[in-house]
Every structure is written in C-alpha cells, then in structure tokens.
C-alpha cells in the first residue's frame, strides 16, 4: 500500500532557489578581501552543500582561528547582499501553492544559517507558504544528520514515513535514508543526475512535472 505523503521537506540552495552565483560571488568577493586566489565556478560547485565553514575552508585552504575569521567575514558579506542573481527555480512558486492548497505542510531543512534562510524565504515566497524552517544555528548538527526532518515531525505530530525530503545532493538523499523518509532529489540544482545516480537515489526528477507526477502517486491531489 503506498504511503500517504502528508509533508514537504525542501532543501533550499540548488533545490528550491538557484542562489549558486550569489555564492560564488560572495566567497570570492571574500578571497579577494583576504589576498587569496578566487576560485573558479565548477571546482566551488563541489564545495558547496555540506555548510558554510566547508565552503569556507575548502576554498581559503585556511584553518582554525583564520578560518573562522574568514567565515564571519564571509557570512558578513553574503548576509548583506542584496542576492542580485537569485532566482526561484521555474515551476517551484506553483507547486508549492497548490501542494499548500492540498492540505501539505511544507518545512525548510537546510545547511544555511537560519537567520540566512529565514530572509531568503520571506522575500522569495513570504510568510505564508513555509511552516517550519531549519537552518544552522550555534551547535546545531548538519544534513545528513536527520534531526531537523525529526524535530518538525514531532512538532507536526507525523511519523517520517508520511515526509518526503526533496533535495539536490548526496547530502540530501543521505538526510531522507538517515530519516527514513521518502526522499526525491531534483537534477536541475547544483548535482547532476550522474552524481545522484552514483549516490544511491532511487528516485531522481529532471523538472517540476516529473515532480508533480511523483507527488500524485504519493496521493497528494495537484493538478
């Protein structure tokens, strides 16, 4: 008997908003700052998915108090942009509304600071659209720790087979395995359908009607 999906769980970077190049830019506006060599776009892609300080260091080369300099200065200099090259990814507006209009909650599980994540969320979707969202905060534990997907499911009083996490990256289809919850990954984000092939993800969609599809068989009604 297939399992009624009653929850949402996006990642946000690569999943939900393409904020790949406000990103780059930001670490090597950074590294500009510091006398350190920029990095090229293709070798940043892989640094990016398992938190800022890994971003941060993978492309500093830098370690302990230095790096954790640079990753203030950084998060500094991301925080007060005005995310110029942010764009929602096509279709993600509408299947979230209709998803919403169904009756599914939807969470927001990321490796971003949450203060980061939280002003993304209101000025690209509002207030209204995201019951929860769990970024990274001081001593918090990262994706693919399953902790977030648990906390919102005690809070919403759903057991993680009735979750999915919708994700871009290995990090993510890890996260949904760790959880026991149903997990999809999306190709059109920062890992391509190779990557997620090599990872293990047994359920891998190339653009929102594909989505739309999976969601149905998991009896959500979207049209």
């Known amino acids: 008997m297939t399992q009624v999906l009653k929850a949402l769980i996006w990642d946000m970077d690569g999943t939900l908003l393409n904020t790949l190049d406000d990103i780059i830019d930001s670490c090597n506006e950074t590294l500009r700052a510091w006398n350190l060599p920029e990095r090229p776009k293709p070798e940043m892609i892989t640094f990016i998915g398992y938190g800022a300080r890994h971003l941060c260091h993978k492309a500093s080369g830098l370690e302990g108090e230095d790096l954790t300099k640079f990753l203030k200065d950084y998060r500094g200099r991301a925080m007060s942009r005005n995310d110029p090259r942010t764009r929602i990814y096509p279709g993600i507006a509408e299947i979230l509304h209709d998803t919403h209009d169904a009756g599914i909650k939807h969470g927001i599980y990321t490796n971003k600071p949450q203060n980061w994540c939280a ?27 399953a902790e977030g ?13 009735e979750v999915a996490m919708i994700g871009d990256s290995p990090v993510d289809w890890e996260t949904s395995v ?31 009607m594909e989505l739309r599809h999976v969601l149905k068989e998991k009896s959500i009604s979207i049209s």
Do not use: H, Q
């Not at 002003?119 to 693919?144: A, C, H, M, R, Y």
């Not at 997907?149 to 087979?161: N, T, V």
């Open 178 to 208: 760790n959880a026991e919850c149903f997990g999809i990954c999306v190709s059109w984000g920062f890992r391509s359908r190779e990557i997620l092939e090599n990872c293990g993800a047994s359920c891998i969609v190339d653009d929102i």
């Open 149 to 161: 997907i648990f906390g919102m499911c005690r809070k919403w009083g759903l057991k993680p087979s």
């Open 119 to 145: 002003k993304l969320t209101e000025k690209f979707f509002g207030n209204d659209l995201f019951d929860e969202i769990v970024g990274v905060e001081e001593g918090s534990v990262l994706k693919p720790s």
